[in-house]
């Protein structure tokens, strides 16, 4: 069971980034998790097939239970399932100086155990993507989940597999 107690939660950036990650809420599924791939170039499928190696066997409390089709660029867990996709492409929104501002109601910019993301809000859940970092990882948390547990749990693992900076 994960606890704030044993383990560093820090954000970054906007008091509003606490207010969206916790979700409250239910969620239906009928248990057959996909995922579209991703098809990021040479570098990014590097780096993205290292992450694969790195993640962890449980998030939140759910066992890793990979969506179709079986991609080294996808991961899952849970269900309703929490979705990775590795090399992703830079979402609009982080160009977005209204996000940068606090100014966007949708979607909000901070970190979590030394990672950044941008999140967005969506009808289901949230969308988080990792900002700086070689590659773009999108992990989407459904309704109902804990999403700092989540980001707290796939935080070590990014930060050894994908390397700061800017993606290609």
């Given at each position: 069971m994960n606890s704030f107690r044993h383990r560093r939660f820090s954000v970054i950036g906007l008091p509003a980034f606490v207010l969206l990650v916790t979700t409250a809420g239910c969620s239906s599924a009928d248990g057959s998790a996909s995922a579209a791939v991703p098809?990021?170039?040479?570098?990014?499928?590097?780096?993205?097939?290292n992450l694969d190696k790195k993640l962890p066997a449980e998030v939140d409390g759910a066992d890793r239970e990979d969506p179709s089709p079986a991609s080294t660029l996808t991961a899952g867990w849970g269900d309703p399932a929490i979705i990775l996709r590795c090399?992703?492409?830079?979402?609009?929104?982080?160009?977005?100086?209204?996000v940068a501002e606090g100014?966007?109601?949708?979607?909000?910019?901070?970190?979590?155990?030394g990672v950044r993301w941008l999140m967005e809000r969506q009808g289901d859940g949230y969308r988080f993507t990792t900002a700086l970092r070689r590659a773009y990882v999108e992990v989407t948390v459904p309704e109902g989940r804990d999403s700092s547990g989540v980001l707290i749990d796939l935080a070590?693992?990014?930060k050894k597999a994908i390397p700061e900076g800017i993606a290609d």
């Open positions: 098809s990021p170039g040479a570098k990014a499928t590097k780096l993205c097939q090399g992703v492409v830079r979402p609009p929104k982080m160009s977005d100086p209204k100014r966007d109601q949708d979607a909000v910019a901070g970190g979590v155990n070590a693992a990014v």
